[in-house]
């Protein structure tokens, strides 16, 4: 089984910035890309963005240029920089394309 675990989502003001965490656990091919979703209220969950194992990134133009996406092995980080209320969502993290089941997600809400 895999878990997934998100972290440090909180209230912050328009422009500014946070940092989530995501920490995977259990039984999966070490070599899959990582990726973060969103899911804002009545939408549907989205994959904004994804890393590599040699730290390739891709990112949805929702979040281009103001997000970041690393990962140190099996601890991936989504930086956030200029965040807009449209930005309010749940965060989640999964491998792309491998079905597993998602964790609780993390909660950011940008508001003044």
């Known amino acids: 089984q895999v878990q997934f675990v998100e972290s440090g989502g909180a209230l912050v003001q328009p422009g500014g910035s946070l940092t989530l965490s995501c920490a995977a656990s259990g039984s999966f091919f070490r070599g899959l890309a990582m990726g973060w979703y969103r899911q804002g209220p009545g939408k549907e969950r989205d994959l904004i963005a994804s890393v590599t194992v040699h730290g390739g990134a891709n990112y949805d133009d929702s979040v281009l240029g103001r997000f970041t996406i690393s990962r140190d092995r099996n601890t991936m980080y989504l930086q956030m920089n200029s965040l807009k209320p449209e930005d309010t969502a749940i965060y989640y993290c999964?491998?792309?394309?491998?079905?597993?089941?998602w964790g609780q997600g993390t909660q950011v809400t940008v508001s003044s």
């Open positions: 999964n491998f792309p394309g491998q079905n597993y089941a």
